[in-house]
C-alpha cells in the first residue's frame, strides 16, 4: 500500500529557532514529492523535487530529497509567527495513469513568539 | 488572473441527502483534480480529470461521482451522504495531468 509518513505530527517552538519536517514515503513509480503549507484551507505550494541530492531553496525554507532512503527535509530558519501553519508532503506515483497525489498527514507547526 | 475558484464555502446537509459542489480552474488549466480532507489528516486523492475526461479514481464509493464541462469547470457529487462525509473538499486544477496543482480554498460540507 501506498504511503506517505510525516514526522513530527505537531512541534511547538520559538520564534527565531530552526525546524527540521520529515517525511518518508513508500509509493509504486515515484515521480516527485511536494511540499505545501497549509495555514486556513488552501495548501499553497512550496517546492517540487524530483532529484536526489538537490537542495531547493526559496528565502527561509529549503527542501531536499533522499531517493535511496525514500524521504525528505523541509527545513525553516530563523522561523517567524507566520511560519505557523501544517505542512504537508505529498507524493506524486504511478507511471502512466492519474492515481492523484498520495499525502502524509501534516506536520502542525506552532511558532511562539 | 483569479485562482481556483470553489463554491460554496460552507455547506450542512442532512444524512442521506445530496450534495453538489463546483470548481473553476485557472485560466488555462485542462486538468481538474478533488481531494477529501477530514479533520487532523492530509488530504486524500477522490477524482483527477483531464480535457473532460476521468483520469484517476481514488479509493472512494461509488456513491462519489464527478464531471468536467467543456469550460474546464467541474463539479463533484455525493449521494446517500453519510455523517463521516463532513470534511474540506479541495479541488485543485494544473495545466497537465500531473504537473504544478494549484488548490483552491475548499468546500466545508458538514453532514449532520
Known amino acids: 500500500e501506498d504511503k506517505v509518513v510525516q514526522s513530527p505530527l505537531s512541534l511547538v517552538v520559538h520564534e527565531g529557532d530552526t525546524v527540521t519536517l520529515n517525511c518518508s514515503y513508500e509509493v509504486t513509480n515515484f515521480r516527485s514529492l511536494l511540499w505545501y503549507k497549509q495555514e486556513k484551507k488552501a495548501p499553497t505550494f512550496l517546492f517540487m523535487l524530483t532529484s536526489s541530492g538537490i537542495e531547493k531553496k526559496s528565502g527561509r525554507l529549503s527542501s531536499i530529497l533522499d531517493k535511496k532512503e525514500l524521504f525528505s527535509i523541509l527545513n525553516i530558519t530563523a522561523t517567524q509567527t507566520g511560519d505557523s501553519a501544517v505542512y504537508l508532503c505529498?507524493?506524486?506515483?504511478?507511471?502512466?495513469?492519474?492515481?492523484?497525489?498520495?499525502f502524509g498527514k501534516g506536520t502542525h507547526l506552532i511558532i511562539q513568539p | 488572473d483569479a485562482g481556483v475558484t470553489q463554491s460554496p464555502t460552507h455547506l450542512i446537509k442532512t444524512r442521506g441527502q445530496h450534495v453538489t459542489l463546483r470548481c473553476s480552474p485557472i485560466s488555462g488549466h485542462k486538468s481538474v483534480s478533488w481531494y477529501q480532507q477530514v479533520l487532523g489528516q492530509g488530504p486524500q486523492f477522490i477524482f483527477q480529470?483531464?480535457?473532460?475526461?476521468?483520469?484517476g479514481r481514488g479509493n472512494f464509493p461509488d456513491r462519489f461521482s464527478a464531471r468536467q464541462f467543456p469550460n474546464y469547470s467541474s463539479e463533484l457529487n455525493v449521494n446517500a451522504l453519510l455523517l463521516g462525509d463532513s470534511a474540506l473538499y479541495l479541488c485543485?486544477?494544473?495545466?497537465?495531468?500531473?504537473?504544478?496543482?494549484?488548490f483552491g480554498s475548499g468546500t466545508r460540507l458538514t453532514v449532520v
Open positions: 480529470y483531464y480535457e473532460k475526461e476521468e483520469r
Open positions: 505529498a507524493v506524486d506515483h504511478s507511471g502512466g495513469g492519474a492515481d492523484g497525489l498520495t
Open positions: 485543485a486544477s494544473s495545466t497537465t495531468v500531473r504537473y504544478g496543482y494549484t
